[in-house]
């Protein structure tokens, strides 16, 4: 079974300009979230989605970032403009379903803004 | 709202000594409980999860972990750890089945 991929695995850029990160769950999973991890820090939802819909949303900066889950499979994490305080690891994780099963996690994309 | 408190941001630990990674939740509802390890530079995988049933859960790698409803707590344990050991570990929880929430971590260190 493949697992969660993520690209890139590595970006840097400065700050106000754009990135956009991927993500292709594995196959049948119907959830999919988007964490990110601060050094130091345990991951941060930033949003969940349970096929093409948005189940939580609420800690996701909605002024700059934004995702999308196309046909309720890929998705794509963008943000508009990039802040020095966004530089992190994105981490993409799927489920089967969201609560109890599993969640796989890919092994991210750091970005670094500079 | 839901949220995790792990004590501990770094466990120094001799080989082959026993460790306890301690982990604290809050949750106005029934809860799901996970513990993930994050090797370095890799993804979070799953060492074991707490569902319903014995309170007392096994995992891989020789983990296990202690459910304890009334100090709401689930501490992760190891009797003998391995210089492979060496990762950070997330305790993690799901409140009526929703989203995922983690914990800081504790960045354990196993010494030769």
């Known amino acids: 079974e493949a697992g969660v991929a993520q690209s890139p695995r590595y970006k840097i850029i400065e700050k106000r300009q754009s990135v956009a990160f991927w993500c292709n769950p594995i196959?049948?999973?119907?959830?999919l979230y988007w964490y990110q991890q601060i050094l130091g820090q345990g991951p941060k939802l930033l949003i969940q989605?349970?096929?093409?819909?948005?189940?939580?949303d609420s800690q996701l900066p909605k002024d700059r970032f934004s995702a999308e889950r196309l046909k309720g499979v890929d998705s794509t994490l963008k943000i508009q403009p990039a802040k020095l305080e966004d530089s992190a690891v994105y981490l993409c994780?799927?489920?089967?379903?969201?609560?109890?099963?599993?969640?796989?996690f890919g092994q991210g994309t750091r970005l670094t803004v500079v | 709202a839901q949220s995790v408190t792990q004590l501990d941001s770094q466990v120094p630990v001799f080989e082959e000594a026993p460790v306890e990674l301690r982990c604290n939740y809050s949750?106005?509802?029934?809860?799901?409980l996970f513990w993930y390890v994050q090797y370095p530079n890799q993804g979070l995988q799953l060492l074991l999860k707490?569902?319903?049933?014995?309170?007392l859960v096994k995992g891989i790698n020789g983990f296990e972990a202690e459910f304890n409803k009334s100090q709401t707590s689930f501490h992760l344990r190891k009797p003998s750890v391995h210089i492979s050991d060496t990762a950070e570990y997330f305790c993690?929880?799901?409140?009526?089945?929703?989203?995922?929430?983690f914990g800081g971590g504790t960045r354990v260190l196993v010494k030769p």
């Open positions: 994780a799927s489920s089967r379903t969201s609560g109890t099963d599993e969640a796989f």
């Open positions: 196959s049948g999973h119907a959830t």
């Open positions: 989605f349970q096929n093409n819909g948005v189940v939580d």
């Open positions: 949750s106005s509802v029934s809860v799901y």
């Open positions: 707490y569902l319903s049933g014995s309170t």
């Open positions: 993690a929880v799901s409140a009526a089945g929703n989203k995922l929430t």
